[in-house]
């Protein structure tokens, strides 16, 4: 038995440097990533259900890896965080994203993620300021996704951050929304422009009753408030009918369209352009 014992330490010990051989692969891949411009944007649509047509389109990164193919945003954001590669890629992100949005017809925005360490980097303002600059797409059409976690820590220092950006003339959604732990307190404190209700409430509704109360609640709420909401996740038709009824303003999710590469951006306006 202890001689069992000790060939599953050494079997734990030879997987966890595996796991570390792996990561640190990941990390010198992402690092020349990073200086070689290895990632794409690709963009979905942003859909208002009242005015039947697109708002806009959030761009959501891919790693295109040389030998992996497209990696997902979920497998290497965690670890650019880690790295404070995040803030580059972050740099190049916005950068791109607006570049691309001032091809747009002018009424359709662009939506961005921001990390919680690229949000409190020193230089988020200018890089914004410079890439709008640069791409000449007016401020009102870019808007900033942030998620609750940026409260953690300094909430001055946030609260301070966020009406200096909005300052700038961008918009601010706050991602995710319903998933933090006292969500609800945020919103006494900063006049956010939209409400982004996370896929999870999105995925019970027509499943699960308090899935509909608790949406119902939030787009009264944020109706009150003057802030736009935003369903995450919509896949089904009938999941759209439920979220009308419960007086949500947009949606995004498969059933308007998957996530699709920048070339194939104009044939989306072209279809969901209303009339
Ligand atoms: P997120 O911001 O909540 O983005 C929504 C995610 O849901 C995207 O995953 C999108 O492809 C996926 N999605 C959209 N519609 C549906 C649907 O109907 N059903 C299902 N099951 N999923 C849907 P994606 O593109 O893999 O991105 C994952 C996360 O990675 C994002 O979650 C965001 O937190 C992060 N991310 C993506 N791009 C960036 C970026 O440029 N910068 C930063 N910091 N984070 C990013
Ligand atoms: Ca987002
Ligand atoms: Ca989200
Ligand atoms: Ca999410």
Redesign the pocket.
């Known amino acids: 038995a202890k001689s069992e014992g000790k060939g599953t330490y050494h079997f734990f010990e030879a997987a966890l440097d595996e796991e570390a051989r792996r990561r640190r692969q990941l990390e010198l891949d992402l690092r020349s990533a990073v200086r070689e411009g290895g990632f794409e944007l690709h963009f979905?649509p942003l859909y208002s259900m009242a005015e039947q047509r697109l708002k806009g389109f959030e761009?959501?990164?891919r790693w295109n890896h040389p030998e992996r193919g497209l990696v997902?945003?979920?497998e290497f954001?965690p670890l650019a965080e880690e790295t404070g590669l995040?803030v580059q890629i972050?740099e190049w992100?916005i950068r791109d994203a607006c570049a691309r949005a001032a091809a747009w017809p002018g009424h359709l925005s662009v939506a961005?993620?921001?990390?919680p360490r690229?949000f409190t980097s020193p230089v988020l303002a200018q890089t914004i300021v410079q890439a709008l600059a640069a791409s000449g797409l007016p401020a009102n059409r870019l808007e900033l996704?942030i998620t609750e976690s940026i409260f953690i820590g300094n909430v001055e220092r946030t609260l301070a951050m966020l009406h200096s950006l909005r300052g700038l003339g961008v918009r601010i959604a706050l991602?995710?929304f319903g998933t933090g732990y006292s969500s609800l307190s945020y919103l006494r404190s900063f006049p956010f422009d939209k409400l982004k209700i996370d896929?999870s409430f999105v995925r019970d509704l027509g499943r699960d009753a308090s899935a509909g109360a608790i949406i119902r609640a939030i787009t009264t709420l944020a109706a009150a408030l003057g802030i736009e909401t935003l369903a995450?996740?919509?896949?089904l038709e009938s999941t759209m009918e439920a979220l009308q009824r419960e007086g949500c303003d947009l949606i995004?999710?498969?059933l308007v369209s998957r996530?699709v590469p920048d070339g194939a951006v104009p044939a989306l306006i072209t279809r969901l352009a209303g009339e």
């Open positions: 979905q761009a959501l990164i997902s945003p979920a954001i995040i972050g992100v961005v993620n921001i990390s690229q996704e991602d995710d896929q995450e996740g919509v896949e995004q999710g498969y996530p």
